[in-house]
């Protein structure tokens, strides 16, 4: 989504200091790092390993030197799996574990709520987390971190989590802000392991890089993240409904025009005008108007059954689009031309209706459905958005089978339709055609494309 690429790329400038001034007031970097506790153990940074330039009275430094000892008091990962086991877990509110689930996208996320004993956090103390300290995801996705909050409890690592405590000299939220940022992310999935669930390591983390501006930088970059995207959270939700109508409004708004058309309710209708619709089949109904009628299908409707073909789809022929397949036209009896509607009774298209003008070939779970009255009763297009409107509604719970479902004939014999007279059905057919381009106009306006 839009806002959340914004955010993405303003954490890439604020990381490689655009996105605030450098001020010579600041007290120097050096000031800072006499206050780290530097990591023996860690590697030192290679050129070759530095992602970008960054200005002047900035360092980089990898996160284990960041943090506030050097030892697993600051800097450790989850218990082995045999170290805490649901036989280690209680009912009682004592020491919350920290599961993949609550490291959230935007925070902590209180879910699936798992609790061990005080007497099980001795045995993996190390692993005890405190509010304020950072819980970092090694998978799902991996290097995913969260600033833990006050639960309220004592709190305890989860398997695939690892604990960071920074150092207290250095701003916590930049931190967490240049952890969630492209380039950090970048480097943690640069040397992911596993296949279907990639995971990275406490080692790995230790010795990701991080950009260090001065102290009064760190907070002039945090207080400019924070106030873009607050401003970025006022517009998500109308972001967020656009990307449900992008989703929606097209079957949605123009199945409910249809519907509403189809029941009368444009004010398109004439009593004085004539049905010369007759049948003995008239099913009694409210709410339409007094001159339109409802039958069956099977009682205006010619339904033809496609053929049964063991070479369906392998002629070198001409082919015609109209189904969920392309359709080779022969020279049979099962070819059709006119003004036909093509039903898939079976497979990923079923309760789609089609209508068509060319000549076209049917083949077996394929229904085709003309009219038996001329133009003057039966206006075939009419018919079809009737089918658009109703139709797959209508099969919702008329299925049969189970792995390939499919739509018996007589299903489709006893589909109940509302007739108007011929010149309403004309009216609505005009209306229906003028008002859904407009549709499709609107969609190509909400529809913003990302790129």
């Known amino acids: 989504m839009i806002v959340d690429e914004l955010k993405k790329s303003i954490l890439d400038y604020a990381i490689t200091g655009k996105l605030t001034s450098q001020l010579d007031k600041d007290i120097p970097i050096d000031k800072l790092y006499e206050q780290l506790k530097i990591d023996n153990k860690l590697s030192k940074i290679d050129e070759s390993e530095i992602p970008f330039v960054i200005p002047n009275g900035w360092k980089w430094e990898k996160l284990g030197n960041l943090a506030e000892s050097t030892d697993t008091s600051s800097f450790a990962d989850g218990p082995f799996g045999s170290n805490l086991k649901t036989q280690h877990y209680t009912l009682n509110p004592e020491v919350r574990i920290i599961q993949l689930s609550n490291i959230g996208e935007n925070g902590w996320n209180n879910e699936n709520e798992k609790y061990t004993t005080y007497e099980h956090l001795k045995t993996i103390s190390r692993c005890e987390v ?27 690592l989860g398997t695939d989590a690892v604990k960071f405590v920074p150092n207290k000299a250095l701003n916590k939220k930049y931190l967490y802000y240049v952890m969630k940022s492209p380039m950090f992310v970048k480097q943690v999935y640069s040397e992911v392991h596993g296949i279907t669930r990639v995971r990275t390591s406490l080692n790995k983390l230790k010795n990701y890089l991080i950009p260090l501006p001065p102290i009064e930088e760190q907070q002039r970059i945090v207080d400019k993240i924070d106030e873009l995207f607050a401003k970025l959270d006022e517009v998500k939700p109308i972001e967020e409904e656009l990307d449900k109508l992008k989703k929606v409004f097209s ?128 206006n075939l297009k009419f018919i079809y958005y009737y089918f658009v409107a109703f139709w797959n509604e209508y099969n919702k719970n008329k299925m049969y089978g189970s792995a390939i479902p499919y739509i018996k004939l007589g299903n489709l014999q006893d589909f109940e339709i509302n007739i108007p007279p011929i010149e309403e059905q004309q009216r609505i057919v005009d209306k229906l055609e003028q008002l859904l381009p407009l549709c499709d106009d609107i969609e190509k306006l909400i529809n913003i494309e990302d790129n």
Do not use: H
Request: charged share 25%; net charge positive.
């Open 130 to 156: 405190n509010a304020g300290d950072f819980a970092i995801a090694k998978m799902m996705p991996a290097g995913r971190p969260i600033i833990v909050p006050n639960l309220g409890t004592k709190i305890v």
């Open 251 to 378: 079957n949605d708004i123009k199945k409910s025009i249809i519907k509403s058309i189809m029941c009368g309710n444009l004010n398109l209708n004439n009593l004085n005008e004539k049905n010369n619709l007759i049948t003995d089949s008239e099913i009694k109904i409210d709410n339409l108007p007094i001159n339109w009628r409802r039958v069956k299908a099977k009682k205006i409707l010619n339904v033809i059954t496609g053929k049964k073909d063991a070479n369906y789809g392998k002629s070198d022929g001409q082919y015609l689009f109209y189904t969920c397949a392309n359709i080779p036209i022969k020279s049979s009896t099962y070819s059709f031309e006119g003004k036909n509607l093509i039903l898939p009774g079976n497979g990923a298209n079923v309760g789609l209706t089609i209508y068509s003008e060319e000549k076209f070939e049917a083949y077996q779970r394929t229904y085709v459905v003309n009219s038996k009255y001329d133009e003057s009763v039966i």
